[in-house]
């Protein structure tokens, strides 16, 4: 089919799991692809593959300045949203949204530069790959996560993750052995051991690069937020300093406990000081978690807040006094970069983060983080103390962190260096 040419400035950017109403990660990490592509020159569109569950949500419009349309002109095929709906349209979605956005790009791939795909099930990559090799176009799959090490962390025990093992192999196989392999142009690796777990599976290192998560940087301070975050100030739980986590809600793959029992020995020696838990996560990971905090006796301390809108989440990132990134060293870990770390960093905020390979890669302790091992009680402890006792320094690191976005995770130079990765590659090569 020749060689791939970029000259067109239209760009196809999907995946699944968006939300355009609240927002949520998937959303918001592909608007910031999205933006730096814009900066560039081109004009994004973005093209949901699973079909929406929000009866608030319009089947096109407009979400931080770019443009999305679901396949279907009504979103769904059966109308009405809740029970059996939901389960119906999804099913049903998943396999005609991929096929509908395959005919769109077949039939504009005289205008189209290229397609950036998020996170996606095997068979909707697979039927956008053909698409995209009939139409002589480039595919480019951001790999943010390792599917197998993820049901490998899942909070499910017993027969119940034995289950979802064998639910989740065939996929796997599929995935690595053929859509990866022959569907896919270009494979983006979220971090440096996931490209090399593709390496040691035999990928061809042209067909790998490295794509952390990133920040449109020029718009960073666009975000409107609510300059009255709702307080009850009768409650001396929010007249407390206070720790902040966000993100999904793991005890799997996250230090909860070693995290409370520091907490616990912090308070008892005289600090006073609360944890705040955003984010929503598996029903059975959530219960682990409340019971963990019931079990350390820290429920004075910590509160769960569940899933909340962006801005009130922002809001809550700006006041804490130190945000976490407290990851257990599990394979799940250290195939994935966590999405809130840019959100900490944007805001120049300090963070506790634990000792990953990740993590050293970008950050020194005391210096722009502070790293600590997610298992040692002690360390976590000691980390709480030093920053109550250093404000001053505390705010230091969190503007050092800052530069490090800059840096290391601006939107901008990674789109610019994904488009040079493409230029030049054929299907022969």
């Known amino acids: 089919m020749g060689l791939y040419n970029l000259k067109y400035n239209s760009v196809v950017i999907t995946g699944g799991g968006f939300g355009f109403v609240d927002g949520n990660a998937s959303s918001n990490l592909s608007v910031e692809f999205a933006l730096a592509y814009k900066e560039l020159g081109f004009s994004?569109?973005?093209?949901?593959?699973?079909?929406?569950?929000?009866?608030?949500?319009?089947?096109?419009?407009?979400?931080?300045?770019i443009e999305y349309s679901y396949p279907l002109k009504r979103k769904n095929i059966v109308a009405g949203y809740g029970g059996w709906r939901n389960s119906v349209n999804y099913r049903l979605g998943v396999l005609i949204n991929p096929l509908l956005t395959g005919w769109f790009i077949w039939r504009r791939r005289k205008t189209i530069s290229h397609v950036?795909?998020?996170?996606?099930?095997?068979?909707?990559?697979?039927?956008?790959?053909?698409?995209?090799?009939?139409?002589?176009?480039?595919?480019?799959?951001?790999?943010?996560?390792?599917?197998?090490?993820?049901?490998?962390?899942?909070?499910?025990?017993?027969?119940?993750?034995?289950?979802?093992?064998?639910?989740?192999?065939?996929?796997?196989?599929?995935?690595?052995?053929?859509?990866?392999?022959?569907?896919v142009t270009k494979v983006a690796c979220i971090t440096d051991?996931?490209?090399?777990?593709?390496?040691?599976?035999?990928?061809?290192?042209?067909?790998?690069?490295y794509l952390p998560n990133v920040r449109y940087l020029a718009g960073e301070n666009s975000v409107e937020?609510?300059?009255?975050?709702?307080?009850?100030?009768?409650?001396?739980?929010?007249?407390?300093?206070?720790?902040?986590?966000?993100?999904?809600?793991?005890?799997?793959?996250?230090?909860?406990?070693?995290?409370?029992?520091?907490?616990?020995?912090l308070n008892a020696d005289g600090g006073r000081v609360a944890l705040r838990i955003y984010g929503g996560g598996h029903p059975d990971a959530v219960s682990r978690v409340c019971k963990l905090i019931e079990e350390a006796d820290v429920h004075r301390w910590v509160r769960y807040?569940?899933?909340?809108?962006?801005?009130?989440?922002?809001?809550?990132?700006r006041n804490a006094f130190l945000c976490l990134l407290l990851k257990r060293d599990v394979a799940f870990n250290r195939y994935n970069f966590p999405t809130k770390l840019m959100d900490y960093l944007v805001n120049k905020k300090p963070v506790l983060m634990s000792n990953l390979e990740l993590?050293?890669?970008?950050?020194?302790?005391?210096?722009?983080?502070?790293?600590?091992?997610?298992?040692?009680?002690?360390?976590?402890?000691?980390?709480?103390?030093?920053?109550?006792?250093?404000?001053?320094?505390?705010?230091?690191?969190?503007?050092?962190?800052?530069?490090?976005l800059r840096k290391e995770f601006c939107a901008v130079n990674h789109v610019r260096e994904l488009l040079k990765s493409c230029r030049g590659v054929g299907y022969g090569d």
Request: net charge neutral; charged share 20%.
């Open 225 to 265: 937020v609510n300059p009255e975050m709702p307080k009850s100030y009768d409650d001396p739980f929010f007249n407390l300093p206070y720790l902040l986590y966000s993100g999904q809600v793991s005890a799997g793959k996250e230090s909860f406990r070693p995290l409370f029992e520091a907490l616990r020995k």
């Open 359 to 404: 993590h050293n890669k970008y950050f020194t302790n005391k210096f722009d983080a502070l790293i600590v091992c997610p298992d040692s009680v002690d360390e976590i402890h000691d980390a709480l103390m030093w920053s109550l006792l250093k404000p001053e320094q505390l705010n230091i690191i969190g503007n050092r962190g800052g530069e490090i």
């Open 193 to 209: 051991q996931l490209m090399e777990l593709l390496r040691r599976l035999g990928y061809s290192r042209y067909q790998l690069l």
């Open 116 to 183: 950036f795909s998020q996170t996606l099930r095997p068979t909707t990559l697979a039927i956008l790959g053909v698409a995209c090799r009939f139409s002589g176009l480039p595919l480019v799959y951001h790999l943010v996560e390792e599917p197998w090490s993820l049901t490998a962390q899942a909070d499910l025990t017993g027969w119940r993750r034995l289950l979802r093992a064998l639910q989740v192999l065939p996929p796997v196989i599929f995935l690595y052995a053929l859509v990866l392999r022959f569907l």
């Open 305 to 317: 807040f569940g899933f909340v809108d962006r801005n009130t989440l922002a809001e809550a990132q």
């Open 44 to 65: 994004p569109i973005i093209i949901p593959q699973n079909p929406s569950l929000s009866d608030q949500e319009a089947s096109y419009g407009s979400y931080r300045g």
